[in-house]
């Protein structure tokens, strides 16, 4: 069974930072993408950003340049530095792992969720 684990949450003030962790612990074989997605009251859960195996990055169009993703292998751990926060960006955000366990199957497995939220 896998876990990930989040931190780094709360209250923050517009234009203010945080910084977000997750970490993956369990039976995961390998891990080929972790990422961060969020969810605003009624609204759909969307990609903030996610970090492939292979190195590469995607961004929703609207947190480039004020979000930066990185990974520790070593560590199964995935961050998110939010920079320049706005209201909008107000959400549950949510840590996302797709991989294989060590039968080879198939997970995707995510986090309990952090809340975000950012006062004008």
């Known amino acids: 069974q896998v876990q990930l684990a989040e931190s780094g949450g709360g209250l923050v003030q517009a234009g203010g930072s945080l910084k977000l962790s997750c970490v993956a612990s369990g039976s995961i074989a390998t891990i080929s993408s972790m990422g961060w997605y969020r969810q605003a009251p009624g609204k759909q859960r969307e990609l903030v950003a996610d970090?492939?195996?292979?190195?590469?990055?995607n961004y929703a169009d609207s947190v480039k340049g004020r979000f930066t993703i990185s990974r520790d292998n070593a560590k199964n751990t995935v961050y998110l530095q939010m920079n320049s926060l706005k209201p909008e960006d107000t959400a549950v955000y949510y840590c996302?792992?797709?991989?294989?366990?060590?039968?080879?199957?198939?997970?995707?497995?995510w986090g309990q969720g952090t809340l975000v939220t950012v006062s004008s």
């Open positions: 970090i492939l195996s292979g190195g590469s990055i």
């Open positions: 996302n792992t797709r991989g294989t366990n060590p039968a080879g199957w198939y997970l995707q497995v």
